[in-house]
């Protein structure tokens, strides 16, 4: 092929173009100081100066007052680009300007959000001995109460925040603590961290507390059942039965009850904004996640991903006992420690879907494509459609792509948002609540039982239904865990897993039409966990099975026995806090004529972003 001559020569008259729109130069002392001179010696600082004219409103729609574009050197340099090619016509400066003022605006309108109030439950303050605190990873002694010493270095090291103290934290094990400095990571997209409320979490003493451990043992008691038998196994009945018959259970329930279809099914928890102190808390459940099969959809479908295929089938670990975990003292003692148990899961060879409490539980564990797949399954899969207030929709001569407002724009920031909601879900857990794991509240029942402690342990779980058959089946009155491992080193509250299924649940919300009908749903085979069935009930729609996901992923944690429900409820209501900024600082830097992302949130609803 010949090589295009007139190519080189425009592009010379781009470049010369674009030097003498700017005329950007560094002289002398100027260039010590960092002063730049544009145009005919404009200084940055009267550049930026007369740039602060500009309304934001004009900036973002595009509109530059005409006294700047009118400097001088730019005047020129638009005459010789009109006289060389028109086409070839832009206005540099004002593009750049245009970026300037948009980040400045979203920084402003960010800056001006108020910070909630974050009252914590009192426990960290109320207990000497930090029984109610995380103190995991530190070093405990023999009835599993942390060293001080430890734990006051930790506590230097958070409050502060000099990375050398992180480096001093008296640690018990080999094993380290996840990534406490992250929170403190400024980001760059969306509010900051301290600007995301959420109720405190239960008290020790609570019986809200002992509900939740309850609903927990019931969790590890029947990881081996399958889902299509909630409504005939005896032990679901018993389940069932109990917590219906705790008052202060705030999961699911039809006509005031908890039912086989309810039973652990997730919720959302908001702040209730009536109450200034923000310690009240609104207790939602979200729609769609209480209608049809209890798996979503986007976990039981293939997802096509360009010319390959992802499979929904799983692996996962074998039923029975020998797969639960933490249910020796020493062993739980050792982990507590910042130890390792020795043990690992031994896994089914074969594979299947999503079937029974221990197959979510090891979904929730490893993780898998989750919502990069519903992105996936949405956009190539069942092909729903945009949402409606997607501005090409409706074009007569353009489509969206990578740049905007198509699949490849949504992936973008589909995946950057978990980090920013990882970020403000950590700082909850490590600088606010510092909340004990289900695994250590089950080591205070197991020493107020065997070791006769008074730890103050709600009656309500300590005479239990759930505890006296976990000691039945499992000779413990420790919480059994389906991760050899426990939990990972954060404290509790809020789940960063639910962070993540909230923010990224909320964008895809936003970007396809939540009302569309799912075709040909699916259920796994009674029969057979390796097939799907036809599934014939009720439409299921795209936004109450992405809701449906998200809290099929926080409650998996649970059935893993690593968080409490109220962890992933505040956690879904955190992370969809973080994707409504992130749209709305996205929305700024648009230059098509756009209303906003409307879309429905956790607590049924309508949002324009």
């Not at 509109?63 to 050197?73: M, R």
């Not at 000497?128 to 090291?157: C, F, M, W």
């Not at 007569?396 to 589909?414: D, R």
């Not at 649970?558 to 749209?583: F, K, Q, T, Y």
């Amino acid at each position: 092929m010949q090589p295009d001559h007139n190519s080189h020569r425009a592009s010379q008259e781009d470049t010369q173009v674009q030097n003498e729109t700017t005329n950007l130069q560094f002289r002398g002392k100027g260039r010590k100081r960092g002063r730049f001179l544009l145009g005919s010696g404009v200084t940055r600082r009267s550049f930026l100066g007369h740039a602060g004219i500009f309304t934001v409103t004009s900036v973002v729609a595009g509109v530059v007052g005409s006294s700047f574009s009118k400097k001088k050197g730019i005047v020129q340099a638009q005459e010789i680009a009109q006289a060389g090619n028109p086409v070839r016509q832009f206005n540099y400066v004002q593009f750049r300007q245009k970026s300037f003022q948009v980040r400045l605006e979203a920084a402003r309108a960010n800056q001006q959000i108020e910070i909630p109030p974050h009252p914590t439950n009192g426990d960290e303050e109320r207990y000497s001995n930090k029984i109610a605190t995380d103190t995991r990873g530190l070093p405990h002694n023999q009835r599993g109460e942390v060293d001080l010493k430890a734990y006051d270095s930790l506590i230097r090291a958070l409050t502060t925040q000099n990375p050398d103290d992180y480096e001093n934290i008296i640690l018990g094990g080999a094993r380290k603590l996840v990534n406490p400095q992250g929170p403190l990571a400024i980001s760059l997209e969306g509010i900051n961290a301290s600007q995301v409320g959420i109720p405190p979490a239960p008290t020790l003493d609570s019986p809200e507390q002992a509900v939740e451990a309850v609903e927990l043992y019931w969790q590890a008691l029947l990881r081996d059942v399958p889902f299509h038998r909630f409504e005939d196994d005896p032990k679901v009945s018993a389940a069932i039965a109990e917590l219906n018959n705790l008052s202060a259970f705030k999961g699911p329930k039809q006509n005031g009850s908890v039912t086989p279809q309810t039973l652990f099914r997730g919720s959302v928890i908001y702040v209730d904004e009536s109450d200034s102190s923000g310690r009240t808390a609104k207790h939602i459940i979200p729609p769609g996640v209480t209608e049809g099969p209890y798996i979503s959809q986007f976990l039981l479908r293939e997802i096509p991903y360009n010319t390959q295929v992802i499979s929904p089938l799983i692996r996962t670990a074998l039923a029975g006992k020998e797969n639960d975990f933490l249910t020796n003292y020493e062993e739980w003692l050792t982990v507590q420690n910042g130890g390792s148990s020795g043990k690992s899961i031994k896994y089914d060879p074969t594979r299947r879907f999503v079937s029974t409490v221990r197959d979510l539980s090891e979904l929730a564990h490893i993780g898998g494509a989750l919502f990069f797949g519903a992105f996936l399954t949405l956009s190539g899969g069942i092909r729903a459609p945009l949402n409606p207030g997607n501005p090409y929709l409706n074009s007569k001569t353009q489509l969206g792509s990578a740049a905007t407002f198509a699949p490849a724009h949504f992936q973008a920031l589909l995946n950057l948002a978990p980090s920013r909601a990882i970020r403000v879900g950590y700082w909850q857990k490590f600088y606010v609540h510092r909340r004990l794991r289900p695994e250590a509240y089950g080591g205070l029942i197991y020493n107020n039982l065997v070791n006769k402690t008074d730890y103050p342990i709600n009656s309500e779980v300590l005479n239990s239904t759930a505890l006296a058959q976990t000691f039945s089946t499992f000779g413990t009155y420790l919480l059994p865990h389906a991760y050899p491992e426990g939990a990972p080193f954060h404290p509790s509250y809020v789940g960063g897993a639910a962070s993540i299924a909230g923010v990224q649940a909320t964008l895809l919300k936003a970007f396809f039409d939540e009302n569309f009908i799912i075709p040909d749903p699916v259920v796994p085979d009674p029969n057979d966990p390796t097939k799907v069935i036809p599934y014939s009930g009720a439409p299921l729609t795209v936004g109450g099975e992405l809701n449906k996901l998200a809290t099929n992923y926080y409650i998996g944690r649970g059935h893993g026995g690593i968080h409490w429900r109220s962890d992933g409820a505040a956690g879904l209501a955190l992370g969809e806090e973080v994707a409504i900024s992130i749209l709305r600082d996205e929305r700024l830097g648009y230059n098509e004529k756009f209303n906003g992302f409307t879309f429905t949130k956790f607590d049924g609803t309508q949002i324009t972003v």
